[in-house]
């Protein structure tokens, strides 16, 4: 039985290896790497390494560290030699790809399948990637870099070393938990941002619904006023609006399955009838709409600024939601959370989503982010309303309605 699954492990060692080699001889055949290893090299380094771990496992230790080194040293000595006399020269992207073989075949022998393939599939992603990953690198700009780090630092470094406690009267702050949302939110907008860069800017539609993952309240704001210069463009802005709305919702969702999962199936319903109602809506504009090219300008959303607010509006908003769980009971909450989701939609959410863990009902939490949802889309409204052409008002203003006379309907029967 040992004997078998030993063998097992192996052969996962070099079909592993395979995958990777696979993926590096497709780029030697596309000339986009070198001729250090392919389908071939690769599996017999990943078993390399398995057998070097089984070999150190039954005989000594020291046979596994020497097996590092000896590839090592091949690895170095592959790369000197392929670089000779040649100038730019090349990365080392493959070597280094060959040294982590080697551990995902020790990984194999020790029965760690799923972190090994974890890794080889993360690996092949990153290989393969490399004109992705460069054309990104190419394109992008110094404050966009600039957010990267500072996003990295609030990430890794100041959330880490922030207490994981409740301070004060009613246990109403929580450093540790207030920073988790920051990085929360500044996670999702920067994977929007990133999409935006990606897709760049196709389409009216396409923009206001990336642009909703960023901020739908910018969208609905700058769509507004263009609206007003550019009255041809009316649906297609209006559909960009909708859009980024319906992204909103998904946010909700999102925001709420990572806090307080019980709390997402209780609002899954509701905010699903609102994105089908969304979807309904665009898809109707859409069949008119012309491919009209829009120029949105979305400013990184990884500033230290933006993220400081945030992380003060929360407390705040934290703060007077516990203290009125305590003094107002639900009424208190409702009131509080239909003004709060006028101003900032993402902050009494994740407010609610935490305290429905631990001091308010879930049916009070429940109805609070209906009611932050239905505040959330009157504020839009009124900018539409006021900021917008005539056109464009019209469509935005009847569809939030319709919306918001869908989410007091949930608010009352649920």
Same mark, same amino acid.
């Given at each position: 039985?040992?004997?078998?699954?030993?063998?097992?492990? #192996?052969?996962?060692? #070099?079909?592993?290896?395979?995958?990777? $080699?696979?993926?590096?001889?497709?780029?030697?055949?596309?000339?986009?790497?070198?001729?250090?290893?392919?389908?071939?090299? /690769?599996?017999?380094?990943?078993?390399? =390494?398995?057998?070097?771990?089984?070999?150190?496992?039954?005989?000594?230790?020291?046979?596994?560290?020497?097996?590092?080194?000896?590839?090592?040293?091949?690895?170095?000595?592959?790369?000197?030699?392929?670089?000779?006399?040649?100038?730019?020269?090349?990365?080392?992207?493959?070597?280094?790809?060959? /040294?982590?073989?080697?551990?995902?075949?020790? #990984?194999?022998?020790?029965?760690?399948?799923?972190?090994?393939?974890?890794?080889?599939?993360?690996?092949?992603?990153?290989?393969?990637?490399?004109?992705?990953?460069?054309?990104?690198?190419?394109?992008?700009?110094?404050?966009?870099?600039? =957010? &990267?780090?500072?996003?990295?630092?609030?990430?890794?470094?100041?959330?880490?070393?922030?207490?994981?406690?409740?301070?004060?009267?009613?246990?109403?702050?929580?450093?540790?938990?207030?920073?988790?949302?920051?990085?929360?939110?500044? $996670?999702? $907008?920067?994977? =929007?941002?990133?999409?935006?860069?990606?897709?760049?800017?196709?389409?009216?539609?396409?923009?206001?619904?990336?642009? $909703?993952?960023?901020?739908?309240?910018?969208?609905?704001?700058?769509?507004?006023?263009?609206?007003?210069?550019?009255?041809?463009?009316?649906?297609?802005?209006?559909? =960009?609006?909708?859009?980024?709305?319906?992204?909103?919702?998904?946010?909700?969702?999102?925001?709420?399955?990572?806090?307080?999962?019980?709390?997402?199936?209780?609002?899954?319903?509701?905010?699903?009838?609102?994105?089908?109602?969304?979807?309904?809506?665009?898809?109707?504009?859409?069949?008119?709409?012309?491919?009209?090219?829009?120029?949105?300008?979305?400013?990184?959303?990884?500033?230290?600024?933006?993220?400081?607010?945030?992380?003060?509006?929360?407390?705040?908003?934290?703060?007077? &939601?516990?203290?009125?769980?305590?003094?107002?009971?639900?009424?208190?909450?409702?009131?509080?959370? /239909?003004?709060?989701?006028?101003?900032?939609?993402?902050?009494?959410?994740?407010?609610?989503?935490?305290?429905?863990?631990?001091?308010?009902?879930?049916?009070?939490?429940?109805?609070?982010?209906?009611?932050?949802?239905?505040?959330?889309?009157? &504020?839009?409204?009124?900018?539409?309303?006021?900021?917008?052409?005539?056109?464009?008002?019209?469509? &935005?203003?009847?569809?939030?309605?319709?919306?918001?006379? #869908?989410?007091?309907?949930?608010?009352?029967?649920?």
């Amino acid at each position: 039985m040992e004997n078998l699954l030993l063998l097992r492990n #192996l052969l996962i060692a #070099l079909a592993l290896g395979a995958f990777i $080699g696979l993926e590096r001889e497709y780029a030697r055949y596309k000339k986009r790497g070198h001729d250090y290893a392919g389908i071939r090299t /690769f599996p017999l380094i990943a078993l390399f =390494g398995a057998l070097a771990a089984y070999f150190g496992d039954i005989l000594s230790p020291w046979i596994f560290f020497i097996s590092i080194l000896l590839l090592g040293v091949l690895i170095l000595l592959a790369y000197v030699f392929s670089n000779q006399g040649k100038l730019p020269r090349i990365g080392a992207t493959s070597e280094v790809a060959g /040294f982590l073989a080697f551990f995902i075949g020790a #990984l194999s022998y020790y029965g760690e399948i799923l972190l090994a393939i974890i890794l080889t599939v993360a690996i092949t992603i990153i290989l393969y990637a490399r004109s992705v990953l460069h054309q990104l690198a190419e394109h992008i700009q110094p404050k966009e870099m600039a =957010g &990267v780090i500072k996003f990295l630092v609030i990430t890794f470094i100041i959330l880490p070393l922030l207490p994981n406690k409740w301070y004060g009267p009613y246990d109403i702050i929580n450093p540790y938990l207030i920073w988790l949302m920051v990085v929360l939110i500044s $996670g999702i $907008g920067f994977a =929007g941002y990133i999409a935006l860069k990606w897709f760049g800017e196709k389409a009216l539609s396409l923009t206001g619904l990336l642009g $909703g993952v960023v901020s739908s309240t910018a969208v609905t704001m700058q769509f507004a006023r263009r609206s007003k210069k550019e009255a041809a463009l009316s649906r297609a802005l209006a559909t =960009g609006v909708i859009l980024a709305n319906g992204v909103m919702f998904l946010r909700v969702l999102l925001v709420t399955a990572v806090v307080n999962l019980a709390l997402f199936w209780s609002l899954f319903l509701p905010i699903a009838g609102l994105i089908f109602l969304t979807a309904l809506f665009a898809y109707f504009l859409l069949q008119k709409v012309k491919k009209n090219n829009g120029k949105m300008q979305l400013r990184s959303p990884l500033t230290l600024k933006p993220a400081i607010q945030f992380a003060l509006l929360f407390a705040v908003i934290l703060t007077f &939601v516990k203290l009125a769980s305590v003094f107002f009971a639900a009424k208190g909450i409702y009131v509080l959370s /239909f003004l709060a989701g006028s101003v900032e939609l993402d902050a009494i959410v994740l407010s609610l989503s935490q305290l429905a863990k631990n001091g308010i009902l879930q049916e009070t939490a429940q109805k609070g982010v209906l009611l932050a949802v239905v505040g959330q889309l009157l &504020v839009k409204s009124s900018l539409a309303y006021w900021l917008g052409g005539k056109a464009f008002r019209k469509l &935005v203003v009847s569809s939030f309605a319709l919306m918001v006379a #869908l989410g007091i309907l949930f608010i009352i029967f649920i």
